[in-house]
């Protein structure tokens, strides 16, 4: 898959993931693992990415004597979600368009 591709996936799933409420890394990780794969490194990679492009806010809070971050999605970060949504209509009707012919020659 297309690097810039994937990333631009990933970023969605982690905004998605904390749209209903506020998240922390592992349990981040957690939530979007039946869907999608990532390491710790690539997820605070994305998640710094996202805060610097304001689509969520960080907070600490103590948790167990430690120190955990807590992200939360921002307006921006939704609006993201639904660009997303609005760019994989079209390029579900381009794949639609591209598998066609597969779909006929199973027919056959």
């Known amino acids: 898959m297309d690097i ?3 990333r631009g996936l ?3 799933c982690v ?12 349990k981040i990780i957690k ?10 490194s690539t997820l605070y990679t994305i998640l710094k990415r996202l805060e610097t492009a304001k689509m969520l806010t960080v907070r600490s809070a103590e948790h167990d ?5 807590y992200y939360k999605i921002t307006e ?3 609006n ?5 949504k609005d760019e994989w209509r079209e390029v ?3 794949y639609k368009f591209v598998t066609k012919e597969d779909a006929s020659d199973e027919k056959a």
């Open 4 to 6: 810039q591709l994937k």
């Open 10 to 12: 990933l970023d969605v």
């Open 15 to 26: 905004l998605t993931a904390i749209k209903n409420e506020e998240s922390y890394g592992y």
């Open 31 to 40: 939530d979007t693992a039946p869907y999608v794969q990532m390491s710790e």
């Open 65 to 69: 004597g430690r120190l955990r971050k």
């Open 76 to 78: 921006s970060g939704l």
């Open 80 to 84: 993201r979600i639904g660009e997303f």
């Open 92 to 94: 579900m009707s381009i």
